[in-house]
């Protein structure tokens, strides 16, 4: 029976409880976790921005140890380090064909549904349904996920450094490395320095970006986001960010302008600081009753600047966590540096509550 962080209902403390966990079934596999990254999106959950099936076994920022395979998994084997996908990919679907394996059929329907490809969750408790965040639910000492969303990595590889793969890592760098066109020399804004915030900056930079303009409104992310690459920062509590950002720009705005908060204001400050023939990407989730007013339509063709969402980095989870992977091994992508304090389970209240705080870029919750 393992022990699980549980959203029980929205506003409330995450509980930590026990859970029953069934085994997996056909395609699935059951995984001890090793670490988790605490992310934006858990808060989202416990504060209602996300809404979900409640109770749900929160986190989605994982990797751990395979210990028992379902019927018909051959491409894994117990024992296996893996990193966890929240979006579980299956390569055969229209989009995964398409190489937008982020929107992966069957593993956008299970993200959103509390359960697992089947919609149904394997914790329980009392005899109810405990539901899974986004297919894989990463706050407890085990659990089961499809196979299709796990990713085998090297067996030395530290479990903390994967964990924040996962989610931070994939959806940050992947949104400058494969959903923007960053040209070698360009200028980015990243408007928020957060976990995943900071691997935008890197993936800027790996991407050739020469100006990378970091705005937050706390010092000690932008202090965080110069290790990052940030060349320029900006504490947007100062005001006029924009104007700012078209100062750094030569006036006239950045070529690729990031939004990394989910925020219509800063969504809308995005699509501002961009250049004319530029892109706005917009990789922060915001609640569901945002809508964006961006300007006169017949500005937008004259201007013809571009607007992106980025789901998941745009990642194809199964040959960008193993690329990702390398690039730390080879000493090009910081991971180690984005933990900045590594807890037990029973710390994630806190860890949620500190995610505002300048000295924080990730929470990592270790398991023994
Ligand atoms: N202007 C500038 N910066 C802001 C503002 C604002 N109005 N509001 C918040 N921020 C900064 C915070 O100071 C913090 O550094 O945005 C950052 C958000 O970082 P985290 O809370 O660590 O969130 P993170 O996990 O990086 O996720 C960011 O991506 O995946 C999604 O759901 C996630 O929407 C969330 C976003
Ligand atoms: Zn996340
Ligand atoms: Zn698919």
Redesign the pocket.
């Known amino acids: 029976m393992p022990k699980a962080a549980v959203c029980t209902a929205v506003g409330a403390p995450v509980e930590i409880m026990d859970v029953d966990l069934a085994s997996p079934k056909a395609g699935e596999i059951r995984v001890q976790l090793g670490a988790s990254g605490v992310?934006?999106?858990d808060?989202?959950v416990t504060n209602g921005t996300l809404p979900v099936a409640l109770p749900v076994v929160l986190g989605h920022e994982g990797a751990g140890t395979i210990t028992e395979l379902g019927e018909g998994v051959d491409n894994l084997a117990v024992g296996d380090h893996i990193v966890i996908s929240w979006v579980p990919q299956c390569g055969a679907c229209f989009f995964c064909e398409r190489d937008q394996g982020e929107l992966c059929e069957s593993g956008s329907a299970a993200a959103m549904s509390g359960g697992l490809l089947d919609m149904t969750p394997r914790f329980s408790r009392d005899g109810l349904p405990v539901f899974q965040m986004a297919a894989s639910g990463t706050f407890t000492e085990e659990t089961v996920i499809p196979a299709i969303g796990a990713v085998k990595i090297d067996k030395d590889f530290p479990m903390a450094d994967a964990a924040l793969i996962g989610?931070?890592v994939l959806?940050?760098f992947g949104a400058a490395v494969n959903t923007a066109s960053i040209r070698k020399g360009d200028s980015v804004v990243v408007?928020?320095?957060?976990?995943?915030?900071l691997n935008t900056i890197q993936g800027a930079k790996y991407a050739g970006a020469e100006r990378i303009i970091a705005?937050?409104?706390?010092e000690g992310?932008l202090n965080t986001a110069k290790i990052f690459g940030a060349t320029d920062t900006i504490n947007?509590s100062d005001g006029d960010a924009v104007g700012k950002v078209f100062e750094l720009t030569g006036g006239r705005g950045a070529d690729v302008a990031f939004e990394?908060?989910?925020?219509g204001?800063?969504i809308e400050q995005a699509f501002q600081m961009t250049r004319r023939g530029g892109q706005a990407i917009i990789?922060?989730?915001?609640s569901f009753d945002v809508t964006l007013t961006l300007m006169p339509a017949m500005d937008l063709l004259v201007q013809e600047k571009q607007i992106r969402g980025c789901w998941y980095g745009g990642s194809n989870v199964h040959t960008d966590v193993p690329k990702l992977a390398r690039l730390y091994q080879e000493g090009t992508l910081l991971l180690d540096e984005l933990i900045s304090a590594r807890i037990t389970l029973d710390q994630v209240n806190d860890a949620l509550a500190n995610?505002?705080s300048g000295e924080i870029?990730r929470s990592v919750i270790e398991y023994k």
């Open positions: 992310c934006h999106s808060l989202s989610c931070g959806t940050g408007i928020g320095c957060g976990g995943v915030g705005v937050d409104m706390v992310k947007a990394v908060i989910g925020l204001a800063t990789v922060g989730v915001p995610m505002s870029a």
